[in-house]
Structure formats: structure tokens, C-alpha cells
Nanobody, 125 residues
Framework: QVHLVESGGGLGQAGGSLRLSCAAS????????MGWFRQAPGEEREFVAR????????YYADSVKGRFTISRDNAKNTVYLQMNGLKPEDTAVYYC??????????????????WGQGTQVSVSS
């Protein structure tokens, strides 16, 4: 059973940085795609970034491109989201997600089978 646990959320200031971590367990993830999504109050869950575990191919939402970086540490089975240049509109609950490599870019919540519990990120202006 795949298990994902996010950490690293908290309060940040506009222009500042935070780093989120997603510890993954329960299987061998080499054939998986790992994604980060976020959901603000009253809004739908939206795609942030994703990475293929084996090759490290990345893809970002336009809203975070150039500010956020997704990466993975194979030895630790952990995926990271480095968030720089934070903006108040980045405030949301951030979720880690996993799915097997397949068709599509992996930018929709429905593409993913496993989810973490989420971690709150709040950015003050």
C-alpha cells in the first residue's frame, strides 16, 4: 500500500521560501510519477508540478514556473518542492500524489491514485 506523508508547510512571507517534503513508502517508486497539487479554500485542487521518479523529468504549472522546483531523492524515497519567491496567492493546502507512469502529462488530480494528507502553506504579504 502506497503511503505518502507531506511535511514542511507553515507560514512564509511574500518573496520568501519554503521547502515541502513528501516521504513515500509502500512500494518501489521507479515506475511512478510524483506530483504536487494545491487547494485553496473554496477552490478546486490545482496542479503545481510533477516529476518522473526514474528519469527525473519535470513539468510545472505556469503559475509557479521559475519559482518552484520539484526534485526527488531516490535514496530517501522523498520528493521535494522548493518554493521561492512566494506570493500570497500561493496560500493553500499542498498535497503530494503518486501514480504509475502512463499516458498524459499528469497534470490532473484524476490522473493520480495515491494522496498524502496535505500540509498547509500560508504566505503573508
Amino acid at each position: 500500500q502506497v503511503h505518502l506523508v507531506e511535511s514542511g508547510g507553515g507560514l512564509g512571507q511574500a518573496g520568501g521560501s519554503l521547502r515541502l517534503s513528501c516521504a513515500a513508502s509502500g512500494c518501489t517508486f521507479s515506475s511512478y510519477v510524483m506530483g504536487w497539487f494545491r487547494q485553496a479554500p473554496g477552490e478546486e485542487r490545482e496542479f503545481v508540478a510533477r516529476i518522473t521518479w526514474r528519469a527525473g523529468y519535470t513539468y510545472y504549472a505556469d503559475s509557479v514556473k521559475g519559482r518552484f522546483t520539484i526534485s526527488r531523492d531516490n535514496a530517501k524515497n522523498t520528493v521535494y518542492l522548493q518554493m521561492n519567491g512566494l506570493k500570497p496567492e500561493d496560500t493553500a493546502v499542498y498535497y503530494c500524489a503518486a501514480r504509475l507512469v502512463g499516458a498524459g502529462v499528469g497534470a490532473s488530480p484524476s490522473d493520480y491514485d495515491y494522496w498524502g494528507q496535505g500540509t498547509q502553506v500560508s504566505v503573508s504579504s
